[in-house]
Structures are given as C-alpha cells and as structure tokens.
C-alpha cells in the first residue's frame, strides 16, 4: 500500500517504490554498509545488489500513517554492527521525514551477511 498525504488541497499517494529507492539511497551513504542483499536468502547465499537494484533489498509497509522499513544489508568485517546499523536506522528515518513528510514508526535491520572490503 502506498503512502499516503491528505491536506486541504487533496491527497499525495507516494509509491512504495519511491520511499524504498529513498530508503536505500540513504543507507548507501552510510559508513561500513558494503550493500544491500536480497530480501529472502533461502539456501544461505546472499546476493549483493548493484545500485540500480536497491530497493530489492528494502521493504516497505505503510500502516494508517506510519511507515514500516526493512533493510536487508551486508555489512564490512570489522566495523561494529550495531553502530552501522544504529547510523543507517538514524539516517533512513531522518531521510524519509524530512524528504515526504511523512512518519516513520520503525527502520528494521536485517544483517545478511557480512564481507571483507578491499
């Protein structure tokens, strides 16, 4: 279900698909995330997403009001995981606020793999 804005003048229907590229984009940005994974790793490998290909590894709910993300990331070895994904919930949530308008109830991380980056 898309977003959703009502003001005076109508109703704003945001795209899932926008609000998953911005989420993506914005995680990209943040230090010690290599990329973003497919959403279902079934048989224990993890593919890495090419830029084009981010909001694959991003889902979004939209529940009344709020906005429900899931990421689905590869993170450096050797970088805390709970700081990176501390940054990228920060930096996703703050992102998607500022950028619609609207409110973000949760950024859920989903650690699929961890890579050595050269």
């Known amino acids: 279900m898309p977003g959703k804005i009502n003001n005076q003048y109508g109703t704003i229907n945001i795209d899932d698909n926008v609000l998953a ?15 973003m994974a497919i959403k279902n790793a079934k048989d224990g490998l993890v593919e890495l997403l090419r830029r084009e290909h981010l909001t694959k590894g991003v889902k979004v709910y ?14 450096q070895f050797g970088i805390k995981i709970s700081v990176v994904a501390n940054n990228i919930i920060d930096k996703v949530k703050y992102n998607i606020e500022s950028l619609t308008g609207m409110k973000v109830d949760k950024v859920n991380i989903h650690v699929q793999s961890v890579r050595v980056q050269k």
């Open 21 to 35: 590229s911005v989420a993506g984009m914005s995680a990209m940005e943040c230090y010690g995330l290599v990329g």
């Open 62 to 75: 939209s529940d009344d009001d709020k906005l429900i993300i899931d990421l689905y990331i590869v993170v």
